[in-house]
């Protein structure tokens, strides 16, 4: 599967999921996010267990909410009527689901190129020169903030302005944090933008890298392509 | 438009949203802190204002996008909260800039202007939301707003309306918060880097 | 063939290479310390190969290191040196003529280091280099610069007016610590730091010397052992650190504020906290930055030039208001004239009573300290 045909993919199953209106269609897409996780051989459990992580303190608020404190369902609201618990039960189940099912769309197309280098997943992605580069760019660039953030700490720390463990003068103090990794980054960058691309021209380079051929769909991407349409077309006609 | 230093800026603010977004969510905090980078970058690339739009938007575009891939995967729904916050950034609170730079820091204009273009990047960025928060999340969103939105729906209101109000409540506090720390990191930001930023000059 | 650019600090010489490099263009730039040797357009060190991978060879591979078994590895994991190791094997793969260095040769250890001369002194695409502790490297060809404004730095001026004082003895017993999810750095190492000393820790690439330091200033928590100052307990990754001025090998990883002013400031409230510590007053400290060369407190850190924050990297240590002294490659990107008055520096604070503890790969420098060598490696101290 290609990045164009999992976005596709991706899309069309997530437009399913907003679409369906009851646990019965979302059902369906669920069926077809298994069949596809299964399929990629990649361990669904993994997403699974992180969608469920996401969903359930989501869950947890919204059957609090909504059982809990309003009980009644919002439809029951708009008519005006006493509206009941179980309404609203239902509604949380219902929307609680669809969450579920679009983080489980992403995660389990996320986990499908995991092995990819994340240059390797750009260079097979259809789309405008800048919006490819802009994307390798701000992958590399959260790398380096994220060691940014373990060297600003060391600096911190050795400073003696906080320490390792969590304090309230610790979250006083996040602000300097920020700005020294907003600082270490930035001056990296001016020094790559001033000094070391232009003599190199590396970014020529990048585009030579990215623009190796590769195939813009494959077989395998027409194939779930047609499976996410005719999944979102059950979730309408279910309606 | 999309000189080489500018596409960095837009990395940057977009890693930047991308980094503080994520570790706020990490922490649970009724609170965002997503689009710092989304407002420094209209700050940074000030006064070319179109440039400044499409710059704030795409950097505050990625940011959700790969955020959604890794850590929240709701996030990408709010598009058309980024675009508007990218506006108002560009528009409004970008023309703080020279206060935001003023040396010493004069605390009444600063902090003024902040809370100022913070509060209306909150309404804007609440009325915008509603409809997502509503459609998607059924209202509840997992934030402390969503006892407030249970409190206008036990009064009566529409779904839509209450998680109008109760974006309208919670949101300008969050907002105000990332004016303020983009304000301080533009502050910080050496000049150098901001003079990179200006529009390609004509080959002569 | 070698084009070797000579000088003092601040002569100019990194300009003098830009322009050569211009003119030569396009050519492959390796900035100073790792964070100018890479792209910056990768995730990966296998994605950065990539980038700079020619179709058909051109040069000699430059492979000091098996780069394979890193390919996954995100760059700026890497330490200081791999990643300028992985710069030279990136255009070993390339097909650029020309080669630019700004000093990023200084921070590698010294099989490294020789292995790199060699590969560039081979002479079948030109190499142009900036190094403070070459002299002329024989069949290189030298240009000259001098002069120029500099950022004068009177380090023993600096020293001066401090006065002596104690420090605590170090005893590190049963340390063990390792990275999650990585191999052993640390297995019950044990090792006594004198007061009055200086100390140079040896050792390879990631054995370990810079962890060391991170432990004893409480960035890292071991996951056993004990320190004691003088037999009472301490632990710095708790209480926070109160005894280490550390000056780091990158200087823009210690700094606390935009400004010089606003790092101050801050460092000062945080020792303040501390009644043992006599935190130098903000006067005081401005008169030290000014002979290390900053003249204002006003003063952007990020927009002096990198060898002036480098000296300025030196203001805590040089201060005294802290009893022990780490400094992990002070001599990158300084000239000799600078490396001479730092030894002279460090060989008085340990007179005055502190205790020093230095990393460096520069033997030469190394060996002007009267000090005792720790080597680091197989997870023990010696």
């Known amino acids: ?49 992180w969608s469920a992580g996401i969903m359930l303190p989501l869950a947890a608020f919204m059957a609090l909410v909504w059982v809990g404190i309003v009980g009644r369902a919002p439809h029951e609201i708009a008519a005006g009527t006493e509206g009941s618990r179980a309404a609203a039960a239902a509604y949380v189940t219902v929307v609680c689901t669809r969450l579920f099912v679009i983080a489980l769309a992403v995660q389990a197309l996320f986990l499908h190129f995991a092995a990819w280098t994340p240059l390797g997943f750009v260079r097979a992605l259809t789309a405008p020169p800048v919006a490819r580069k802009l994307l390798v760019l701000t992958l590399s660039l959260i790398e380096t903030i994220l060691h940014a953030v373990d060297r600003a700490r060391t600096a911190l720390i050795a400073g003696g302005i906080v320490t390792r463990q969590f304090s309230w003068r610790n979250l006083r103090h996040g602000w300097i944090l920020v700005q020294t990794v907003w600082l270490i980054v930035v001056v990296i960058a ?21 623009g190796a051929s590769a195939p813009r769909l494959a077989a395998a991407d027409i194939g779930w392509g047609a499976a996410g349409l005719a999944c979102l077309i059950a979730a309408i006609g279910l309606r | 438009m999309f000189t080489t230093p500018r596409l960095v800026a837009i990395a940057l603010c977009a890693a930047l949203n991308f980094a503080i977004g994520n570790v706020v969510y990490l922490v649970k905090l009724p609170i965002y802190l997503d689009s710092i980078g989304t407002i420094l970058c209209a700050l940074l690339i000030f006064p070319d204002r179109i440039a400044a739009i499409c710059c704030a938007f795409i950097a505050g575009l990625i940011g959700v996008i790969l955020s959604g891939l890794v850590i929240n995967p709701f996030l990408p729904w709010f598009t058309f909260s980024v675009l508007a916050i990218a506006l108002v950034s560009a528009l409004l609170t970008a023309r703080a800039t020279d206060t935001f730079r003023a040396q010493p820091l004069v605390p009444l204009p600063f902090f003024g202007k902040v809370i100022l273009y913070g509060v209306i990047t909150g309404i804007v960025s609440a009325v915008v939301s509603a409809p997502v928060v509503v459609y998607l999340f059924g209202g509840v969103t997992g934030s402390g707003s969503a006892f407030l939105v249970a409190f206008f729906l036990k009064t009566g209101e529409q779904l839509l309306n ?21 304000a301080l990191l533009y502050r910080a930001t050496p000049r150098e880097f901001i003079a990179m930023l200006r529009p390609a000059q004509p080959a002569t | 063939m070698g084009e070797f650019i000579a000088g003092p600090s601040f002569s100019g010489r990194s300009a003098a290479l830009m322009e050569r490099l211009k003119v030569l263009a396009p050519a492959f730039f390796v900035g100073p310390y790792a964070e100018g040797a890479l792209s910056g357009l990768s995730s990966t060190v296998a994605d950065e190969i990539a980038i700079y991978r020619a179709p058909a060879r051109v040069h000699t591979e430059f492979a000091p290191l098996d780069f394979a078994a890193f390919a996954a590895r995100k760059p700026p994991t890497l330490s200081g040196g791999e990643q300028v190791l992985l710069a030279l094997h990136c255009f070993s793969l390339s097909d650029y003529g020309v080669i630019g260095i700004d000093t990023a040769l200084e921070q590698l250890d010294p099989a490294n280091r020789d292995r790199a001369l060699a590969y560039l002194s081979q002479g079948d695409f030109t190499a142009a280099l900036i190094d403070n502790r070459l002299d002329r490297p024989p069949g290189w060809s030298t240009q000259e610069c001098s002069g120029g404004p500099a950022f004068a730095c009177d380090l023993a001026a600096a020293t001066r007016d401090l006065k002596p004082r104690a420090a605590p ?59 004691a100052l003088n037999g009472a307990r301490y632990a710095p990754w708790r209480e926070g650190n109160r005894i280490f001025a550390l000056a780091a090998q990158n200087p823009d990883h210690q700094w606390c504020g935009a400004t010089l002013g606003e790092d101050v400031a801050r460092r000062r409230r945080a020792l303040a906290r501390y009644d043992e510590i006599t935190v130098p007053g903000q006067a005081t400290l401005a008169a030290l930055a000014a002979l290390l060369g900053v003249g204002s407190l006003d003063q952007h850190l990020y927009e002096l030039p990198l060898v002036a924050r480098k000296r300025l990297s030196w203001l805590w240590p040089l201060s005294g208001a802290l009893p022990w002294i780490m400094l992990d490659e002070p001599t990158i990107g300084q000239d000799r004239t600078m490396r001479a008055a730092l030894a002279g520096a460090i060989s008085r604070l340990a007179a005055l009573g502190h205790g020093v503890v230095f990393i460096t790969h520069d033997d030469e420098f190394a060996a002007t300290i009267a000090h005792r060598a720790l080597r680091v490696a197989d997870g023990t101290v010696t």
């Not at chain 1, 069309?12 to 907003?18: K, N």
């Not at chain 1, 979302?26 to 077809?32: D, I, K, N, R, T």
């Not at chain 3, 049963?174 to 100390?199: H, K, M, W």
């Open chain 1, 190 to 210: 001016i020094g790559r933008t001033r000094d070391k691309w232009p003599i190199e021209a590396t970014l020529s380079r990048l585009d030579t890298a990215l």
């Open chain 1, 1 to 49: 599967m290609t990045p164009n045909g999992a976005i596709a993919f991706g899309l069309l199953v997530i437009a399913a999921a907003i679409a369906a209106r009851d646990l019965v269609s979302l059902a369906v897409v669920l069926a077809l996010l298994t069949v596809f996780a299964l399929a990629s051989r990649r361990s669904i459990v993994s997403a699974l267990l």
């Open chain 3, 169 to 227: 003895a170090i005893a590190i017993e049963n340390l063990s610590f390792n990275y999650p999810g990585g191999r052993d750095i640390f297995r019950n190492a044990s090792v006594s730091l004198e007061p009055a000393q200086t100390y140079r820790l040896i050792g390879p690439n990631g054995a370990g010397k810079t962890t060391l330091f991170k432990l004893l200033a409480g960035v890292l928590a071991p996951a056993s052992g004990t320190i």
């Open chain 2, 162 to 182: 209450a998680a109008v109000l109760a974006g309208l409540t919670t949101e300008p506090i969050d907002k105000t918060l990332q004016v303020l720390v983009a």
